[in-house]
């Protein structure tokens, strides 16, 4: 860093700027401007994805209206819009667990493009999978057809 | 060019002021009394806000309230349930009022600034514990050492599940043995005997005194820097972050600030060693002090910096051997741990999606690890060539608020002291707008449909 004492002469009026405080100051700007970006995107990113979560929601609610609204957890996705949706469904023995894609803005449900079940209280992972549909199917999200042992 | 002994020798402790005076032999001028009912105005509107918060928490069922004992069941009744859209813009009230009173430092009467810190600070040390549950980390390893008979650097508190003192801690840390330095342990030892809401009170009183020790102490900086005190003080005190987040948590963040500042305050006035040796002391509550050390020794140039330092952590080595065994240095691997920890608050996190990646992974932590020793060796030979070493210090402790991956709230405090009084005034900007960046991310659920 450059000294800010060298920014001002002896007699007190106001001498050049030392070249390398100015680029300093540049590169200070720059990184200002970088975060500002990415925490005006971050509060952007997850408002959007806090609306993405509210359609699941909903959508799921359409596609299962037994389904408690509170009782349904979403895993947004995070690298695109893909979400999951999963939720214990009163009386059942199993989680039904939805596939949603498509547009948050100006819509009032999400499209469904795959679905899968997974036992109670097991986690989301492979092993667990089964019966899968659409999207999950087509990825091989499943090991099992029918629900593991 | 000034030299780094120019910069920071002791100067005439009654600095000229740059407050302006009327010309009329004293007589208030109409814009004298607009100003003055301006920073009245300002000031009034942060103890309005601080006293909402405090008087909402103290309702309790707040998510903004971490459950714990009920210390503050005198203010029940008075306020309702802090919700987060009140806290919100009550902080972001704070800051507008905060940012308007910079603006007006010069007008501000230093009575009025030292009346409005202290009121400020009265406030949130009356009510209940906010926005963290540290403190129950804090009491816990207390209870660990001295009602179990563990070692708080090999145990967490889940060791002790029995104790109700374990269902207060953060889950998170319920494994955790403890990450803070050795002194701030021992500090924690005799306010365990109090119980846990006594240990609580013990805890908000040091945080609290820190605080306030923390701006006596930037004020007699400034002065001994030849600088008009009001304004350092004023960052310091009435920065919105600092007294809610950092008294309202009580955190020990406040005590590491304190001893920093007071060793930045003796080097100031020649007294190296002692200087070196109270930072030495800082990094015993909390490590990350010991950034300041290399920056003081090449600014200051003076042995007394080495042995100062070499003394204190002798004496603390010593210290922590007896009290707590070889496994008092195993905090050092606890902090290396939680550097694998990722806040949602972070930099690091907020520019990984930014460049549209899921978060931070290890080839970044590579990347920003070696970005901050990077900017920590320039801004060392910067000092060594004579940049003012308070500022250098200063820009370290925000380059590692900034790297860091595992941001939290009171840590941008760490910077606020140092920045308050250095010469480079791009420090005391940057610091400042790294909080407003903060309290925007901060202000996301208001925009968000859930």
């Known amino acids: 860093m450059t000294d800010v004492a060298s920014s001002t002469s002896s007699l007190g009026a106001p001498a050049p700027a030392h070249p390398l405080r100015r680029i300093e100051t540049v590169a200070l700007v720059l990184l200002a401007v970088l975060l500002g970006a990415a925490v005006i995107d971050d509060v952007v990113r997850q408002v959007g994805i806090d609306k993405r979560i509210l359609l699941d929601k909903r959508t799921y609610r359409r596609e299962f209206p037994t389904a408690v609204t509170k009782h349904i957890f979403v895993n947004p996705g995070k690298r695109d819009t893909l979400d999951i949706a999963c939720a214990h469904l009163p009386g059942a023995t199993d989680r039904g667990c939805l596939m949603l894609t498509g547009p948050s803005q100006r819509v009032t449900t999400r499209n469904v493009v795959g679905s899968y079940r997974l036992p109670r209280r097991h986690p989301d992972k492979y092993r667990y999978r089964y019966r899968c549909a659409g999207l999950a199917l087509e990825r091989g999200l499943c090991p099992h057809g029918a629900a593991p042992r | ?450």
């Not at chain 2, 007294?271 to 990094?283: K, P, Q, S, T, Y």
């Not at chain 2, 996190?349 to 931070?360: A, I, S």
């Not at chain 2, 920003?368 to 320039?378: D, E, P, T, W």
């Not at chain 2, 590692?400 to 791009?426: G, Q």
Request: glycine content about 10%; aromatic content about 10%.
């Open chain 2, 1 to 450: 060019m000034t030299t780094p002994d120019a910069i920071s020798a002791p100067v005439s402790p009654r600095p000229q002021s740059a407050r302006p005076r009327a010309a009329n032999g004293g007589a208030i001028t109409g814009e004298r009394r607009w100003s003055d009912l301006a920073v009245i105005a300002l000031i009034t509107g942060m103890v309005a806000g601080t006293a909402l918060v405090v008087l909402d928490a103290a309702a309790g069922r707040s998510g903004l309230v971490p459950p714990s004992p009920h210390i503050a069941a005198y203010l029940d009744g008075v306020g309702s349930r802090l919700d987060f859209p009140t806290f919100i813009y009550v902080l972001l009230t704070m800051s507008l009022c905060f940012a308007g009173l910079l603006a007006l430092a010069r007008r501000v009467r230093p009575r009025t600034l030292v009346a409005a810190i202290v009121i400020l600070h009265v406030i949130v040390f009356v009510g209940p514990v906010l926005l963290s549950q540290d403190i129950f980390s804090y009491v816990a390893y207390g209870r660990l050492g001295v009602v179990h008979g563990l070692n708080p650097f090999v145990h967490g508190p889940s060791a002790i599940p029995h104790d109700h003192i374990y269902r207060l801690v953060g889950i998170q840390w319920r494994h955790v043995p403890s990450a803070y330095g050795p002194l701030f342990t021992l500090i924690s030892y005799p306010l365990t005997p109090l119980g846990i809401e006594g240990a609580m009170w013990g805890f908000k009183v040091l945080g609290t005194l820190a605080s306030l020790a923390t701006v006596w102490l930037v004020w007699r900086s400034a002065q001994r820097l030849g600088r008009d005190p009001v304004l350092p003080a004023m960052v310091v005190g009435l920065n919105p972050v600092l007294v809610l987040y950092g008294v309202g948590g009580a955190h020990n963040d406040l005590i590491m600030v304190a001893l920093m500042m007071l060793g930045v305050w003796l080097s100031l006035g020649v007294r190296d060693g002692w200087g070196a040796g109270a930072v030495v002391a800082a990094a015993a509550v909390k490590a990350t002090a010991v950034a300041v050390l290399p920056f003081m020794l090449l600014g200051r140039r003076r042995s007394g910096v080495i042995t100062g330092a070499l003394a204190a952590a002798v004496a603390v080595g010593l210290v922590s051997l007896v009290a707590f065994g070889v496994h008092s240095l195993d905090f050092v691997s606890v902090l290396r741990r939680q550097q694998s920890f990722v806040s949602f608050d972070s930099f690091p996190t907020e520019v990984t999606h930014l460049f549209g990646l899921p978060g931070v992974f290890p080839v970044d932590r590579l990347l920003l690890r070696g970005a901050l020793i990077g900017m920590v060796v320039y801004l060392l030979v910067a000092v060594w060539r004579g940049y003012d070493w308070v500022s250098g210090a200063a820009w370290a402790m925000l380059a590692i608020a900034v790297t860091t991956t595992w941001l939290l709230a009171w840590y941008t405090l760490w910077t606020l002291p140092l920045a308050a009084i250095a010469r480079d005034r791009r420090v005391l900007v940057a610091t400042l707008g790294v909080q407003a960046l903060f309290i925007v991310h901060q202000c996301t659920p208001l925009f968000s449909p859930l």
